[in-house]
């Protein structure tokens, strides 16, 4: 059979009546008005003749069944977008296990040192993923590390200051603070001009504090917080209470008057854009459909499969992008395929990339200790559409609310997760102190709890620590063996 599918977004859908033709004709009249002054006539004759098919449509199952359009799947057209595919032939039906193969790929997690070994390898994995994301708890080794070296496993911390000292990766906002490759720098401007044009106006005092700040940067060089009196006129009330040089400081980063690198300590060192980007870096402006096209494919590479809401996600910053418009040209273009996958249960729209039409994936059923922070797990909903687990960091929940422990990292064999592992590293004892093993209801073969058994092993020598204590599991089998084979 051959399907007509209309995509709208803007208006909530309405049930169809025998009123609906009126709505229709009312709508077509409409839009023949706002499209009468375009140059291309194109879009015009298209706008019209979704809305045509879709009564067709009505007309089709209202004498077949008079059943409510709404139920046979098809949506009403927005006044002001509408998306029309003639058939569904280009879609992509996948079982859920070859979902979580293109995933697991697109993570850089179908086997170990997926990107390769050394310093080089680090890059191409940022530059893989987009953004490798930037997190100060130190509960164990920071975020950004602990990603790279899930990926990269003889990774060395210094790489990525290296990276950053040749230019070729830089830290900014995407959806939150990454680090990604230098060459998509233009792509960072949108988001900085975003914040520039959302804050609100500053105090005469602010403005000239913020002179002064970029002032001494520019004479001095690279500044930290620290390089600042303190100018603070009253105590602190928390976190997140800044000083005003503080303020100031990250203000001049948001809008991109400076830019940052890190010290091995994790401080930001503030700078000039002109000492940290090569001058053969492109600075053009993208337009809005330039932005949110990049974003889109972006998503894709690094998630493998994806909805709509994590596109717009990682747009979050940029106000009144594109996004919705420009994926369904992509799929016109056939540069972005439609994804189905059987047996799963919500409707939402799935979208992938073609390339993994034809591309065989091979896992390796390796064990993975990943991060929460890690561009697999920030979305809970994915892990539980695709992965059947159903997760939640719970350092910000309230501690008598905690299941599984404040820090819990999720732990992935093949393409399943089979436990979490509460875990925190005691620097000063040399000690990984596993809190709480608790393992997912899956059966553990004796292979798959050796690889676990190494992978503890390892990133226990990533922070640094010598021994491991497991203090509490729900599998006293499992754990037994565990202990036995450290």
């Given at each position: ?52 098919i879709n ?14 359009i ?9 006044l ?34 997926q ?8 890059y ?5 993923l ?31 200051e ?18 990604q ?10 988001v900085k ?87 053969d ?20 590479r690094?998630?493998?499969i994806?909805?709509?809401?994590e ?38 729209p799935?979208y ?13 059923d390796?064990?993975?200790?990943l991060?929460?922070f ?33 820090f ?37 073969t ?13 990133f ?27």
């Amino acid at each position: 059979m051959t399907h007509l599918l209309v995509i709208s977004s803007g208006s909530p859908p309405r049930k169809f009546t025998d009123s609906w033709s009126d709505s229709a004709q009312a709508d077509m009249t409409r839009i023949r008005l706002n499209r009468s002054g375009s140059p291309s006539r194109f879009n015009w004759v298209r706008s019209s003749l979704t809305i045509n098919i879709n009564f067709c449509i009505y007309l089709i199952l209202k004498l077949v069944n008079n059943k409510d359009i709404w139920a046979g799947g098809i949506r009403t057209p927005s006044l002001k977008k509408s998306l029309f595919f003639p058939s569904r032939m280009n879609q992509l039906t996948l079982t859920p296990s070859q979902a979580r193969r293109i995933i697991l790929h697109a993570a850089g997690l179908s086997r170990p040192a997926q990107f390769g070994k050394g310093r080089e390898a680090v890059y191409k994995l940022i530059e893989h993923l987009g953004y490798i994301q930037v997190d100060a708890n130190y509960t164990v080794e920071r975020a950004h590390h602990h990603a790279i070296f899930s990926r990269v496993p003889d990774y060395k911390p210094e790489w990525l200051e290296e990276l950053q000292a040749d230019g070729r990766i830089f830290e900014f906002y995407t959806s939150d603070s990454g680090f990604q490759p230098m060459h998509e720098f233009r792509f960072s401007l949108p988001v900085k001009q975003s914040f520039a044009a959302g804050r609100k106006p500053l105090t005469p005092a602010e403005t000239n504090l913020t002179a002064k700040v970029l002032d001494r940067v520019a004479r001095e060089g690279p500044l930290m917080v620290k390089d600042f009196e303190n100018d603070r006129q009253e105590a602190s009330s928390g976190w997140w209470d800044w000083r005003p040089s503080k303020v100031a400081l990250e203000r001049l980063f948001l809008d991109g008057r400076l830019m940052t690198t890190r010290t091995r300590d994790f401080q930001k060192l503030y700078d000039l854009p002109k000492n940290l980007i090569p001058d053969d870096t492109d600075r053009t402006m993208p337009t809005p459909e330039e932005f949110a096209r990049h974003t889109i494919l972006r998503v894709l590479r690094s998630l493998g499969i994806a909805y709509v809401k994590e596109m717009n996600w990682r747009a979050r910053f940029v106000k009144g992008h594109c996004i919705r418009e420009e994926i369904g040209k992509l799929v016109e273009e056939g540069k972005v395929c439609p994804v189905k996958i059987e047996g799963l249960r919500t409707t939402a729209p799935l979208y992938t990339l073609p390339a993994y039409r034809s591309k065989k994936i091979e896992l390796s059923d390796d064990a993975f200790i990943l991060s929460p922070f890690d561009t697999l797990n920030v979305f809970r909903h994915r892990l539980r559409d695709f992965f059947d687990f159903d997760y939640q960091i719970e350092c910000f929940v309230p501690e008598p609310k905690r299941k599984y422990g404040y820090f819990s990292l999720p732990v992935l064999i093949g393409d399943t997760f089979v436990a979490g592992m509460d875990s925190k590293a005691d620097r000063k004892q040399k000690t990984l102190i596993i809190h709480n093993l608790h393992f997912e209801p899956v059966k553990l073969t004796r292979p798959a709890i050796v690889k676990l058994t190494d992978a503890i092993r390892t990133f226990a020598r990533f922070n640094n620590c010598t021994d491991i204590v497991i203090r509490k599991s729900n599998n006293k089998l499992y754990v037994k063996a565990i202990r036995e084979d450290l």
